[in-house]
């Protein structure tokens, strides 16, 4: 079965710092990713996707990500952190079902703290 | 075009009593989820429907819990008898079939006393 594992629960960076957020996941066909993030109240946002080609993503808001499929990854980086990103951080992955329905499986989740 | 819709955004109830969330999906989205998510279990999915027939509902806790989709554009939730242990935000999401991504509602956050 699927799984994604997020290693940091919690994170703090400072403002302009680099940031990289871990996800590992399991899955064992060709898989889709993506990392979504949540801010306080609201419900969950797309930064970004994989699905082929390219493994360094773009995503919104000056986010990439890296797919690795040795290492079964897909970290999350930003070069310079702003304190508008603090917010929890979902990575996905997308599993077919038998009669191609999908599954999507999430992370627990990793809370980023920004300070000064 | 408006998002994913949810209501109510807060419900307040005590033990026992039934509990409805109601979600409306992006036109033309055919698959539809409803996500909980506490702070020790994080994100789980309890049920997904695909052009309105339920196909994964092994998610739904027990057999209080359903959950219905009469129609493409209209989806809902129910606890009957509701739990101090039910409560939490609940998520209903979106999607074309193979696209993957989801696009969700801002959360139903349930109290039961």
């Known amino acids: 079965a699927q799984s994604v594992t997020q290693p940091d629960i919690h994170i703090t960076v400072s403002e302009g710092a680099s940031l990289e957020l871990r996800c590992n996941y399991s899955?064992?066909?060709?898989?889709?990713l993506f990392w979504y993030v949540q801010s306080p109240g609201q419900g969950l946002q797309l930064l970004l996707k994989?699905?082929?080609?390219?493994?360094l993503v773009q995503g919104i808001k000056g986010f990439e990500a890296e797919f690795k499929r040795s290492q079964s990854s897909f970290n999350l980086r930003k070069p310079s952190v702003h304190w508008s990103d603090a917010a929890e951080y979902f990575c996905?992955?997308?599993?077919?079902?038998?009669?191609?329905?999908?599954?999507?499986?999430f992370g627990i989740g990793t809370k980023l703290q920004v300070i000064p | 075009d408006a998002g994913v819709i949810q209501s109510p955004r807060h419900e307040v109830t005590e033990m026992g009593q039934e509990v409805t969330l109601r979600c409306k999906p992006i036109?033309?989205?055919?698959?539809l989820f409803w996500y909980r998510q506490t702070m020790m279990r994080g994100l789980e999915l309890l049920i997904y429907?695909?052009?309105?027939?339920?196909?994964?509902d092994s998610g739904m806790p027990e057999d209080r819990f359903s959950a219905k989709m009469p129609n493409a554009s209209f989806s809902t939730l129910k606890i009957q008898p509701s739990e101090p242990r039910d409560s939490a935000v609940y998520f209903c999401?979106?999607?074309?079939?193979?696209?993957?991504?989801?696009?969700f509602g801002e959360g139903s956050r349930l109290t039961v006393l």
């Open positions: 999401a979106s999607s074309t079939q193979r696209s993957g991504e989801l696009f």
């Open positions: 899955y064992g066909a060709t898989p889709y």
């Open positions: 994989y699905f082929s080609g390219d493994t």
């Open positions: 996905a992955v997308r599993s077919l079902l038998s009669g191609g329905y999908q599954k999507v499986t």
């Open positions: 036109s033309g989205h055919n698959s």
């Open positions: 429907f695909n052009n309105n027939v339920p196909i994964d």
